[in-house]
């Protein structure tokens, strides 16, 4: 295994503390006098946007862009491209869950290009790189703020997968558990086993180093230590749990996934079932399903957490009220969901190297019980 990984790209800052959210615009002030702000609902529905728009420091011209909810589309980011190219912005800041980060920062690293953002989700290089992307999380799970990559839906083709640049990293992060006050039930336990299955994922992926492997462990005892006391309330874990999200971001950037989000994405255009929610039920099968072949890093994963593994996966999925969505469904389009689930990206970085037979079985697990 290498030390390094080839590419070792990370945000120019990261600022971590409760309230720093209130620096954003300030910091924002080195990329230029105009930006435009990403949001969800809830940022102004809890009076954040506000306060956020209201630390100006001077000089700069914002506008604010909200997304109306869902997992992101084509649609999506063509709407907030034309919003941010007739405001002329010098920078995107996206403050939200995944969704409203993954459509800043395509929005970001696209901000110049000549094709339409159909093109680029189908693989087409970005020629010309884009104006400056801010992040700041508010929830503990997707880990967008820390990547490349912006996962987004075509509807006209059904097609979930991820416009991927190196356009698109973050140059600022910030990490304020105080935005994560808000942040609903179900949303703490999508995001937190979405955080979870990238962090191991990444650990065990084909392409791991030392360096990934650092980061990876570390999330990993983070979010298994962290995960479920949130959930049930507890503030005091919002901060670790944050930072165990970017971590594991970081890591899966330098060493990317495996099965779980190789079979998630074309379950979830079928099935219409929340990213994080499909990460959780589907993790304990593919660890089941890798364990022959990544068994030290069992161990040492299951020594990390002070439990074996599998056993807090499970326990984690009953505390968290994630029981199985396709119990007593039908599997539909099953060759086709094989098929996509075999030859994507993140299958590829898988550490046994998957098989129809492997996603067959994994499939009738899911919908067999």
Request: hydrophobic letters at 45%.
């Given at each position: 295994m290498s030390v390094l990984p080839e590419k070792?790209?990370?945000?120019?800052?990261?600022?971590?503390?409760?309230?720093?959210?209130?620096?954003l615009l300030a910091e924002c002030a080195r990329y230029g006098r105009r930006g435009l702000l990403v949001h969800g609902r809830s940022l102004a529905a809890h009076g954040v946007l506000p306060i956020i728009l209201q630390n100006n420091p001077g000089g700069l011209i914002m506008a604010a862009w909200e997304h109306v909810g869902g997992e992101p589309t084509l649609d999506?980011?063509?709407?907030?491209?034309?919003?941010?190219?007739?405001?002329?912005?010098?920078?995107?800041?996206?403050?939200?869950?995944?969704?409203?980060l993954d459509l800043a920062?395509?929005?970001?690293?696209?901000?110049?290009?000549?094709?339409?953002?159909?093109?680029?989700?189908?693989?087409?290089?970005?020629?010309?790189?884009?104006i400056v992307f801010a992040a700041a999380p508010t929830t503990a799970g997707?880990?967008?703020?820390?990547?490349?990559?912006?996962?987004?839906?075509?509807n006209a083709t059904r097609q979930k997968k991820s416009i991927r640049d190196d356009a698109l990293l973050a140059r600022l992060v910030i990490l304020d558990a105080g935005l994560l006050a808000?942040?609903?039930?179900?949303?703490?336990?999508y995001a937190g086993m979405d955080a979870f299955t990238q962090a191991w994922e990444a650990f065990t992926s084909r392409h791991a180093t030392w360096l990934s492997d650092c980061l990876g462990l570390q999330a990993l005892s983070l979010i298994g230590a962290n995960l479920e006391a949130f959930y049930r309330g507890a503030s005091a874990a919002a901060e670790p749990l944050l930072l165990g999200s970017y971590l594991g971001g970081l890591s899966f950037c330098m060493?990317?996934?495996?099965?779980?989000h190789g079979i998630c994405h074309p379950l979830a255009v079928r099935?219409?079932?929340?990213?994080g929610y499909l990460c959780g039920v589907c993790l304990p099968h593919a660890v089941e399903l890798n364990r022959e072949v990544v068994g030290p890093k069992y161990a040492q994963v299951s020594q990390a957490l002070g439990r074996d593994l599998l056993e807090l996966i499970r326990h984690l999925l009953v505390?968290?009220?994630?029981?199985?969505?396709?119990?007593?469904?039908?599997?539909?389009?099953?060759?086709?969901?094989?098929?996509?689930?075999?030859?994507?990206?993140?299958?590829?970085?898988?550490?046994?190297?998957?098989?129809?037979?492997?996603?067959?079985?994994?499939?009738?697990?899911?919908?067999?019980?």
């Open positions: 070792f790209l990370l945000p120019e800052r990261t600022l971590v503390g409760a309230g720093r959210v209130k620096e999506d980011l063509s709407a907030l491209l034309a919003a941010a190219r007739k405001h002329r912005a010098d920078f995107i800041a996206g403050v939200g869950g995944g969704s409203v920062k395509a929005c970001a690293g696209l901000f110049h290009a000549a094709q339409p953002p159909q093109a680029y989700h189908q693989g087409a290089a970005i020629e010309t790189p884009g997707t880990g967008s703020e820390a990547t490349v990559n912006s996962v987004l839906t075509n808000h942040c609903p039930q179900r949303t703490i336990a060493a990317r996934l495996g099965i779980v099935y219409h079932v929340p990213h505390a968290l009220d994630m029981s199985s969505p396709f119990r007593g469904q039908a599997l539909i389009e099953k060759d086709a969901i094989i098929q996509e689930t075999v030859g994507a990206w993140s299958t590829k970085a898988n550490p046994k190297t998957i098989t129809a037979a492997d996603v067959a079985w994994l499939l009738d697990r899911l919908f067999g019980g």
